[in-house]
């Protein structure tokens, strides 16, 4: 009952308004949050249809139907599996009533409508979006050269002469050093949390 009044409380229409962490309590997002293993929402932007729910660790949309509609679509985008790309913000004109928020996580487009008086709010998001996409995209870049390098080590150890039996002994040794390497880079660079790139440019 509560929630479903949150749309007039929080004086929404088509065109999307950011919500402050104070009404988070209001909004259907809060709901779904994996509050369980950290979880906390650092920007939401609310329409009379749409909840887009920015948390440290995911990208969570609920796509209405219509504002006169109770359904609603449940979408989770972990930013860990779902990279963003082609972030961008296009602000308004002198007549425009919103501003636009743009950017692509995974395959799925995403272009948000918000109200121009959220402009300043916007440039954070804008910025945080766009760290968070350069951080995954280096991250790519370094765990691919981390098995590049795995590769040419084992070759070079290829061409190493040495016993038979002695090579045998050592498998099982490289084997595990090599898997316990890899699965270090991959904790160093396949980032889950993007909390403190959200606590740096979000400024609630």
Same mark, same amino acid.
């Given at each position: $009952?509560?929630?479903? @009044?949150?749309? &007039? @409380? =929080? *004086? =929404?229409?088509?065109? *999307?308004?950011?919500?402050?962490?104070? &009404? #988070?309590?209001?909004? &259907?997002? %809060? %709901? #779904? =949050? $994996?509050n369980e293993d950290g979880e906390k929402i650092y920007f939401l932007i609310k329409s009379k249809t749409d909840e887009y729910c920015f948390t440290n660790k995911a990208l969570i949309h609920l796509d209405g139907t219509s504002a006169v509609s109770k359904k609603r679509t449940l979408n989770r985008y972990s930013y860990s599996e779902y990279k963003i790309t082609n972030v961008s913000l296009e602000t308004a004109g002198t007549v425009d009533l919103d501003v636009e928020i743009k950017f692509v996580i995974g395959s799925v487009p995403f272009s948000i409508d918000v109200h121009k008086k959220f402009i300043e709010e916007l440039k954070d998001l804008y910025k945080s979006l766009i760290k968070i996409a350069e951080i995954s995209r280096e991250n790519e870049f370094a765990l691919d050269y981390a098995h590049q390098s795995l590769n040419l080590a084992s070759s070079a150890m290829g061409r190493v002469s040495s016993k038979e039996e002695s090579v045998a002994a050592n498998f099982n040794s490289i084997n595990e050093s090599a898997f316990q390497w890899l699965m270090e880079k991959r904790e160093q660079f396949h980032i889950k949390d993007f909390g403190f790139v959200f606590e740096k440019y979000i400024n609630n």
């Open positions: $009952m509560f929630k479903k @009044m949150a749309s &007039d @409380m =929080l *004086g =929404l229409s088509d065109v *999307g308004s950011v919500i402050t962490p104070a &009404d #988070y309590n209001k909004v &259907d997002a %809060d %709901d #779904y =949050l $994996m």
